[in-house]
Structures are given as C-alpha cells and as structure tokens.
C-alpha cells in the first residue's frame, strides 16, 4: 500500500487509513454541535448529554422556573410558614423545635446534594442523567410538603421537612448541573446569573403567592399553594429540556469505596476549594444578616412587631429588586469581557460595606439604604458565582457530584448561623454591632478568597 492511502497525526502514533480519516472528519464536520464532545479553555475533553435544541428565550425562561424552586418551596416556608406552624404545635418550645426542625432540614440538604448529583453522574436512562433525578426530586418534595400541610406534631414535621428538603435539593444540584452538561461556556454567563438569582427571586414570589392567595394562620392552604407551584415550574422545564443519554460504557463499574472517597477528591483541587469557601463565607454573611434582621429592628431601632413587619417588607423588596438587576448586568458584562474574579470580588465587598453601613448608622434611612447596597453586592455575586463554581469543577464526568458539594455552602451557614448568633448575642448582651461585624468580616474574607484561584480571570 502507498504513502498516500495513510494519513497520521504525528510521528508517533500509528498511522491511521486516510479514506477512515476523511470519514471520520466529514461526520464530525455534519454532526449537531451537542453532539460533539465539547472541549474546555483548558483543553480538557468533556462529556456532553445535551440533545440538539435552542437555548433561546423559551429555554431559558423554563430553566428559571426550575431553579426557582429552592426559593419557592423552602424560603417561603423558612420565612413564613414554618414559624406559624411550630408556634401552632409548640407553642411552649417555640424557638427550639423551630431550630430543630430548621437545621435537621437542612442538615439533610446537606447530604442530598452531592449524594443526588453523584448518582445523576452515573446515571443511564433513556431519559438522560438529570432528567430522571430532576424528577425524583420534585415528587419527593411535594410529597414532603403535603406532609407538612397535614403535620399535627413536632416530629412530623420534621419529616416532611427532611423530604422536602432532600427534594428541593436533588432538582437545584441536577438542574445547575445542566449548565457545564449542555450549556457552551461562552455561553454560559447569562444562564449562570438566572441560575443564581433564581432561589432569592422563587423566595419572594412564593411569600407573595402565599401571603395574597392563602390565609397564613392557615398553613395547609399555603403549603399547597406551594405543591402546586413547584410542579408547574418544574413541568414546564421538562417540556423543553433534551437531553442525550450517557452510555453504559462511559461510566466506570461502581465501587463502594471509590464513591464515597469521590466526595473529597474535589477539595484536592486549590481553585475549586477556594470558591467553596468564598462561597460559605458570602452565604454565612446572608444568613446572618437575614436571620437577625428583625431582631435588630425590634432592640435597635425600637420598632413594635407591626412596624418591624412592614420594615422587613420594604428592606426585602428593596433588596431582591436590586438582587435581580445587579445579577442580570453582572452576567451580560461579564459575557462581554470575559472575566469573572473581578465580579465576585466587588460583590462581596459591596456587601461587606452595606453591613458596615447597618453597623455605623442605626437609622431607618440608613438600612433601606444599606438595603440596596446590599442587594447590588449580593446580585454582582449571584450572577458570576455559578459560572466560576462550574469553570472550578475538577471533573466532567462527576460534575453533578461537584456541583452538588458547592451547594453545601447554602446549607452549612443555615445550620452555623444560630448556633453562632445565639452565642455572641447571648454572651455580649445582645450586642447587634458584633454580630453584623462578624457577618461583614465574613463576606470581607469571602472576597479574599477569589483572589488565589488561577484557572479563571
């Protein structure tokens, strides 16, 4: 046979038939883009299960939807329902059952998504590898939530809070996972900030739905309103999503061991550590500020119940405007100069200051304004934070494990923040300036965070 029926690739590697190379580069030329293993800045090949479809505006809205969930199915109930109820049930141990069954909820969160996302990873179905999860998670949670509704004691609840907790999860990890699955990186911005600021936006639509459609006192009502909101947003989203199913033969025989040690390997990585805990610190500053505010309105400033109500209405509506705008702008800029460090940096300054502001200025006027800037810090966040937490992960065959270990930093500061507040409230009289230092210094030190991870501008 002659020189010219091969053709190699270099001086290596054995040579390869030319009409089998001209062959193999005509169907990848032809072939839907999806269907072509994607390749990262970095130069590592990928796994992809997307389907050939339009990431346009139908998709996109569709996704919001879904990540909405985490907000409409467990803000609304942190915030509103969940307090009602205890004090219903318990009204004599009010404050502990609440801080049980909060932090137990949680603490399943926790656990829920990394160990959903991992079993996603190696997941076969005909359906894809999300999908079936994405759905595991919605059924479980609603059921979780009708427990909830129908819960005439304390330790009732506190299942129906563990399920819906394990449910909200498994779709949050499995829907975000979709992003470096389906989503090309140049790409990605601008679902990455819908992504983020989706929770905090879901969050506000469900206190609106259920604080205007139900009767508060009358929780069952409420936590229907929810069940029935989650399905919708989350049905919605399986209609347009596509998926392409993982082969067999891409995933390696399961062993026990290897599992369970997969979950630390990510923390070997410095870049995807560092935005892990950049990531706890930010959130911690949240939760710490969010969980005390009412507090400091009524010791602070002196506010009755009534007029604190209202103050926490205006402070969030304040707030969750700005979160929105803030993450939008972030992403499309972003998008344009291809850099990220540079976002999260300045929001998580941004919001160190507006605590400070909290701290320096006990007023009113001072906290609504401090409420925007807040809410400019937290939304310069939110909208880059998803798409460095993808641009960090150490694997594409695991991404949905990784991702799902990122979202630990939501839950870890839900089970931290009153052990913390409850400890520097208690041991420096209530002293409200500690405590939102501490939470300034927290998201002060997030920022610091970002500044060694080198993989990402």
């Known amino acids: 046979m002659t020189d010219s029926s091969f053709e190699t690739t270099n001086g290596s590697e054995a040579p390869v038939p030319l009409e089998v190379a001209e062959t193999a580069a005509t169907i990848e030329a032809s072939a839907p883009q999806a ?64 801080a049980a069954v909060a932090a137990i909820g949680a603490l399943a969160g926790l656990l829920a998504a990394p160990l959903t996302g991992a079993l996603a990873d190696r997941t076969t179905s005909r359906w894809g590898r999300r999908r079936p999860w994405i759905v595991f998670g919605t059924l479980v949670g609603a059921v979780g939530l009708l427990l909830m509704a129908w819960s005439t004691t304390i ?21 975000t996972a979709l992003i470096p699955d389906q989503i090309p990186e140049h790409s990605r911005a601008n679902t990455s900030a819908l992504n983020g600021m989706a929770p905090i936006v879901g969050g506000v639509l469900g206190l609106v ?15 229907f309103l929810l069940t029935c909101s989650t399905l919708l947003c989350v049905g919605v989203f399986l209609l347009v999503l596509r998926e392409r199913p993982l082969l067999r033969s891409q995933v390696a025989p399961f062993r026990w061991r290897a599992f369970v040690a997969s979950f630390l390997h ?29 507090f400091y309105m009524r010791a602070v400033l002196h506010a009755s119940v009534p007029v604190a109500g209202r103050g926490i209405t205006t402070y969030q509506l304040i707030s969750t405007t700005v979160v929105i705008l803030a993450a939008l ?82 839950f870890l500061p839900l089970i931290v ?30 920022a610091g965070c970002i500044l060694p991870i080198r993989s990402v501008k």
């Open 329 to 410: 702008l972030a992403g499309y800029l972003s998008q344009r100069f291809n850099r990220l460090k540079p976002f999260v940096c300045t929001g998580a300054l941004v919001m160190a200051l507006s605590v400070f502001a909290i701290v320096l200025f006990p007023t009113w006027s001072a906290l609504y304004t401090a409420a925007a800037l807040f809410g400019t810090g937290f939304g310069l966040y939110l909208g880059i934070d998803i798409a460095l937490a993808v641009r960090v992960l150490p694997s594409a065959q695991s991404r949905g494990k990784d991702l799902g270990i990122m979202y630990t930093s939501i």
């Open 155 to 175: 330790p009732q609840l506190i299942l129906g809070e563990i399920l819906e907790q394990i449910g909200v999860d498994a779709v949050l990890s499995n829907v």
């Open 266 to 294: 990510p923390l070997h990585t410095p870049d995807f550590t560092w935005t892990l805990l950049s990531r706890l610190l930010v959130f911690l500053c949240y939760t710490l500020l969010g969980s005390y505010l009412l």
């Open 417 to 446: 923040t009153p052990l913390l507040g409850a400890s520097i409230l208690n041991s420096f009289a209530n002293n409200f300036s500690l405590l939102f230092t501490t939470a300034a210094i927290a998201s002060l030190l997030a």
């Open 209 to 223: 739905l259920v604080t205007n459609f139900t009767n508060p006192h009358i929780v069952s009502q409420g936590y």
């Open 35 to 98: 269907y072509q293993q994607p390749v990262s800045s970095e130069g590592k090949e990928q796994i992809s299960t997307a389907s050939p479809q339009r990431f346009g505006v139908t998709y996109r809205v569709a996704f919001l939807f879904a990540s909405m969930v985490a907000g409409i199915s467990s803000v609304s109930i942190k915030q509103l329902l969940l307090p009602i109820q205890v004090g219903l049930l318990d009204p004599k141990n009010t404050n502990t059952s609440f």
